[in-house]
């Protein structure tokens, strides 16, 4: 069955560096486009990048470029989010999610890990 | 614009329809997909395509398209379905996906 588990979440000062991980198991990792999403609390769900399966393309919100960083490592099924220059506003749980690929769609996600930034 | 509204909360009796509506200029143009989250919980992808349903999701949940507005229908609404759900939606080229903002579904 189709896992995603992140990790690395925790409390960071603001302006510091973060480097999340999502560990991918139960299907072929290198075909299939993934992405991150997050979810400040008490908010809605909030895209931020994705990485296609050959890593050659990486997309981002407006509110993450610049500053966060996609990449994945298919050797060692794992996805990874850097997370720079971080802010408060960046407070929320992260998600990484997989793209179908049948359709433009997420259909499986992680249970999320919850980064703090305060001082 | 690339927004998609939803109507902040939604309220229904038990066993009656909920339909929550999703509308955005993309759409026309544009499938849409719908995640029913739970608290604490990750979302899980209810409907697609629209109106396409995965494996293992209730035949009570349905959609529909009408434009630039999609609606997801959850018909004989159970006090299980009390829920935030959201539509995705991305730009064609998978360079941008955007979120609406959600819609809290209040089983009465």
């Known amino acids: ?39 400040a609390p008490g908010k809605g769900l909030e895209w931020l990048t994705t990485i296609w399966f050959n890593g050659n393309n990486k997309f981002y919100a407006d509110s993450v470029k610049g500053r966060f960083t996609i990449s994945r490592d298919d050797s060692k099924d794992t996805l990874y989010l850097q997370m720079d220059s971080l802010r408060a506003e960046d ?18 996600w992680g249970q999320g890990t919850l980064v703090t930034v305060s001082s | 614009s690339d927004e998609l509204t939803q109507p902040p909360s939604v309220s229904v009796s038990p066993g009656q329809t909920a339909r929550i509506t999703c509308s955005g200029d993309k759409l026309s143009t544009r499938y849409a997909s ?36 999609v609606t997801l229908i959850i018909s004989g609404v159970q006090a299980e379905d009390e829920a935030d759900y959201y539509c995705l939606s991305s730009d064609g080229s998978g360079s941008l996906w955007v979120f609406g903002g959600g819609t809290k579904l209040t089983v009465l």
């Open chain 1, 91 to 108: 407070t929320a749980v992260y998600f990484c999610a997989r793209e179908s690929l049948e359709e433009e769609l997420i259909d499986y």
């Open chain 2, 34 to 69: 719908w995640y029913q989250q739970k608290p604490g919980q990750a979302p899980v992808l209810v409907i697609y395509k629209d109106g396409e349903r995965p494996s293992g999701i209730p035949e009570r949940f349905s959609g529909s398209n009408s434009g630039t507005t």
């Open chain 1, 1 to 39: 069955q189709v896992q995603l588990v992140e990790s690395g979440g925790g409390v960071v000062q603001p302006g510091r560096s973060l480097r999340l991980s999502c560990a991918a198991s139960g299907f072929t990792f290198r075909t299939y486009a993934m992405h991150w999403v997050r979810q």
